[in-house]
């Protein structure tokens, strides 16, 4: 049950485009479309932005997308604005009843 | 409205027990299994143990080697972890989870609660 990789950082201007990627293996990202993606603000609960690889819960703008190619994911978040800046967390069901989590990647929004 | 609201967290030495609590409200209970998932201070979240529905089925993270133990009370709607020989890398945040659905046992989490800290320490 290794971390799943997420770069610690990526930074965008208001307005624009970031992705952030969480790399697994063909046990986990690989093989399943058990893909999440979460936001969480310091100090608050984390907030699911994307389920089953690229499915919006309701009340998730459309500017958050996800995508999967192989055993990477992708987490796009368009028209950057102030409060999307946060830490973000990818998650994977890994088989064998276990899930995994990526190590965090902060956004800053410039 | 669906809420989770977990209890039970604080001060433990070194080797010592504790047991979390879990209230749930707003869903029915019972039709969905329950996780455990825990953040150490200024790190990033990390599954701990997860439970089926009927309670029949338990799953755990290999790191907690038996040392923690889910269970529910699915009569008082709440979920419970209980935690033994903890260790100073057993301080966190714990957060208790519902999937987005009833199919799956270990998938997205679409409701949290605000999280119990504990921490371990002498």
């Known amino acids: 049950q290794s971390a799943l990789t997420q770069p610690r950082s990526v930074s965008g201007s208001p307005g624009q485009s970031v992705t952030i990627s969480c790399t697994g293996t063909?046990?986990?990202?690989?093989?399943?479309?058990?893909v999440s993606w979460y936001l969480q603000h310091p100090g608050k609960a984390p907030k699911l932005m994307i389920y089953d690889v690229a499915k919006r819960p309701s009340g998730v703008p459309d500017r958050f997308s996800g995508s999967k190619s192989g055993n990477t994911a992708s987490l796009t978040i368009s028209g950057l604005q102030a409060e999307d800046e946060a830490d973000y967390y990818c998650s994977s069901y890994a088989g064998s009843y276990t899930l995994v989590f990526g190590g965090g990647t902060k956004l800053t929004v410039l | 409205e669906v809420q989770l609201l977990e209890s039970g967290g604080g001060l433990v030495q070194p080797g010592g027990s504790l047991r979390l609590s879990c209230a749930a409200s707003g869903f029915t209970f019972s039709s969905y299994a329950m996780s455990w998932v825990r953040q150490a201070p200024g790190k990033g979240l990390e599954w701990v143990s997860g439970?089926?529905?009927?309670?029949?089925?338990?799953y755990y993270a290999d790191t907690l080697k038996g040392r923690f133990t889910i269970s529910r009370d699915n009569s008082k709607n709440t979920l419970y972890l209980q935690m033994n020989s903890l260790r100073a890398d057993d301080t966190a945040v714990y957060y208790c989870?519902?999937?987005?659905?009833?199919?799956?046992?270990?998938?997205?989490?679409?409701?949290w609660g605000q999280g119990t800290m504990v921490t371990v320490s002498s």
């Open positions: 439970i089926s529905g009927s309670g029949g089925g338990t």
């Open positions: 063909s046990s986990d990202v690989g093989d399943y479309d058990y």
């Open positions: 989870a519902k999937p987005t659905n009833t199919l799956v046992v270990l998938n997205a989490f679409d409701i």
